[in-house]
């Protein structure tokens, strides 16, 4: 099992930057990608941004330019780095983790997801 705990949400102003953390722990096999998704209220919870084991990074076009996603392979951390924000981010962000594991066929794909941490963009 892989457990997923976020941090860094909040209320900020427009404009504001937030950072946000991801930390994993458990048993990660063979790590395919991390990311942050977000699900603001009566909406879908949509990508916000990925990072590959390989680093590659792919970004929704509305965050690009303004956020941006790394990761710490030593402490199995995401951060999501938050600038320029605008009340339309204004929504829940959730981690989530891709790994390859061990099932009775083979491997398989496994998909953990964090609680969630909400991050509010108000004057």
């Known amino acids: 099992q892989v457990q997923l705990v976020e941090s860094g949400g909040g209320l900020v102003q427009p404009g504001g930057s937030l950072r946000l953390s991801c930390a994993a722990s458990?048993?990660?096999?063979?790590?395919?990608?991390m990311g942050w998704y977000r699900q603001a209220p009566g909406n879908q919870r949509e990508l916000v941004a990925t990072?590959?084991?390989?680093?590659?990074?792919n970004y929704a076009d509305s965050v690009k330019g303004r956020f941006t996603i790394s990761r710490d392979n030593a402490k199995n951390t995401v951060y999501l780095q938050m600038n320029s924000l605008k009340p339309e981010d204004t929504a829940v962000y959730y981690c989530?983790?891709?790994?390859?594991?061990?099932?009775?066929?083979?491997?398989?794909?496994?998909?953990?997801w964090g609680q969630g941490t909400q991050v509010t963009v108000s004057s």
């Open positions: 989530k983790l891709t790994t390859l594991g061990p099932s009775r066929s083979g491997y398989a794909q496994y998909q953990y």
């Open positions: 990072i590959t084991s390989g680093d590659r990074t």
């Open positions: 458990g048993s990660i096999f063979s790590l395919i990608s």
